[in-house]
């Protein structure tokens, strides 16, 4: 069975998509850290980052700081945080995180409550940078 994330590209589960090219597909969270917490993916379906063959591995990276360049600019923050964990779903797939501080980065912390009218704006700010 695809996991959740091919679910998402395929269309078959609505996302709030930020951006997308050919290999890649960007979406925010639904249960952020904060506003603006995004999770980029490769559209494989491959359950561990490092076992991207080289070239997908390096598109991600590359796509990934397009996007987070887009997301510190519609999102301010003092920076954009990076992790990868890859536990909760067996896909690759990269947190991009607005910091105000490293406390922002604790996945143990209460995620942020949204409605869908502010996860469509955000979704629509972070898009429109990343277009730019």
Same mark, same amino acid.
């Given at each position: 069975m695809a996991s959740i994330f091919t679910r998402i590209v395929n269309g078959e589960i609505p996302s709030y998509k930020v951006a997308e090219n050919e290999h890649c597909y960007a979406f925010l969270d639904i249960s952020p850290l904060a506003e603006g917490?995004?999770?980029v993916i490769p559209k494989k379906e491959v359950d561990y980052l490092f076992d991207l063959d080289d070239e997908l591995y390096v598109e991600l990276q590359l796509f990934a700081k397009k996007v987070a360049k887009a997301l510190k600019k519609a999102v301010p923050c003092k920076r954009v945080g990076v992790a990868v964990l890859g536990m909760e779903v067996p896909h690759a797939h990269i947190h991009?995180?607005?910091? *105000?501080? =490293?406390? &922002?980065? &604790?996945? +143990?912390? #209460?995620?942020?409550?949204?409605?869908? =009218? +502010?996860? $469509? #704006? %955000? $979704?629509?700010? %972070? $898009? *429109? =940078?990343y277009q730019k």
């Open positions: 917490h995004t999770l991009l995180v607005p910091l *105000q501080s =490293e406390m &922002d980065m &604790d996945f +143990r912390k #209460e995620k942020c409550s949204l409605t869908p =009218e +502010r996860f $469509a #704006e %955000i $979704a629509h700010k %972070i $898009a *429109q =940078e």
